[in-house]
């Protein structure tokens, strides 16, 4: 029996959700790594730079690269590529 509407698309769905929700979480919580550590505003402008130097050509080269090698291929690279990120955003500055 083949799967639903519903069920062929709910794993892109979630890729999707999981991925967003790691850009949103890393924004907002920006102003709070500011607010409790010594985060000059120019750090933090410049992480947020950062941050729009990844996101832009993302952005620009997704559609295109879906075009060319496939949705499922790309969404799981940039999946990789989001994961890879939170982790390194995830990593302590100073070593304990």
Known sequence: ???????RWLPAAA???VAAWGANQFTAL???YRAR???????LAAMFSVYL?????????GGPAAD????RRTVR?????SAAASVVLALPDEPS
């Open 30 to 32: 920006a102003t709070v």
């Open 37 to 43: 550590t010594d985060w000059s505003a120019l750090s």
């Open 15 to 17: 890729a999707v959700a």
């Open 77 to 81: 690279g940039a999946l990789g590529l």
């Open 68 to 71: 060319r090698y496939g949705r």
């Open 1 to 7: 029996m083949p799967p639903s509407r519903t069920a």
């Open 53 to 61: 130097v990844g996101l832009v050509p993302g952005l620009l080269l």
